[in-house]
């Protein structure tokens, strides 16, 4: 049985380095095509720059697509927006739709809404490729009209009841990440059965 020691970036793929019983290292690899994003991140007229910059970066930093519904409460040239992005913004994957109608009709794939008006955790939901991670704005968070259309799909971050809310970046940073945590697990699995 091989155990995983790291996973490694490297460019547009991600490989394991695994240790063997004999203690040798063998390298697995399995591509992520630079074209085609692991994950969409929707945010839903956003309002604060500092946070879409930051989500901006950690959608760089796991390969994801990021869209932004209009209304924004913000300019894309914000210079808030560029600091909390750094650098990584010239790298970001982005397309900004004109309202939610216009995103639905051009992007496919099976939806999560993330609000805290459920009880479905975001963990107790199995993720796959290409699937999109939607989150409301900073201080409304996701209309009815989108919550109540799509009740299965609907996930919630568990937190104490002292706590309102967590920030966006820190909500889509944490939903990517488990999302991510899945989809390498489920090639792991794949991987050792091919083996």
């Given amino acids: 049985m091989m155990s995983i020691k790291n996973v490694v970036p490297s460019g547009t793929e991600f490989f394991y380095r695994s240790l063997t019983p004999q203690n040798s290292e063998m390298i697995r690899y399995f591509p992520l095509p630079s074209t085609i994003?692991?994950?969409?991140?929707?945010?839903?007229?956003?309002?604060?720059?500092?946070?879409?910059?930051?989500?901006?970066?950690?959608?760089?930093?796991?390969?994801?697509?990021?869209?932004?519904?209009?209304?924004?409460?913000?300019?894309?040239?914000?210079?808030?927006?560029?600091?909390?992005?750094?650098?990584?913004?010239n790298h970001l994957d982005y397309q900004i739709a004109d309202d939610w109608n216009h995103l639905v009709a051009g992007l496919s794939g099976n939806y999560w809404y993330f609000t805290k008006k459920?009880?479905?955790?975001?963990?107790?939901?199995?993720?796959?490729?290409?699937?999109?991670?939607?989150?409301?704005?900073?201080?409304?968070?996701?209309?009815a009209f989108i919550l109540d259309a799509n009740p299965k799909h609907c996930v919630r971050i568990p937190m104490l009841s002292e706590a309102r809310s967590l920030n966006l970046s820190v909500s889509v940073g944490v939903a990517l990440y488990e999302a991510q945590r899945q989809l390498h697990s489920e090639m792991k699995k794949q991987n050792n059965t091919e083996m």
């Fill in 118 to 143: 459920t009880v479905q955790s975001y963990t107790n939901v199995r993720y796959s490729a290409n699937d999109v991670l939607v989150f409301g704005s900073e201080s409304q968070g996701l209309p």
């Fill in 37 to 89: 994003p692991m994950f969409h991140v929707v945010l839903y007229q956003p309002e604060i720059p500092d946070n879409t910059g930051a989500i901006g970066r950690t959608c760089v930093a796991v390969g994801a697509r990021l869209h932004l519904v209009k209304p924004l409460g913000f300019q894309l040239e914000h210079r808030r927006l560029a600091r909390a992005g750094m650098d990584y913004w």
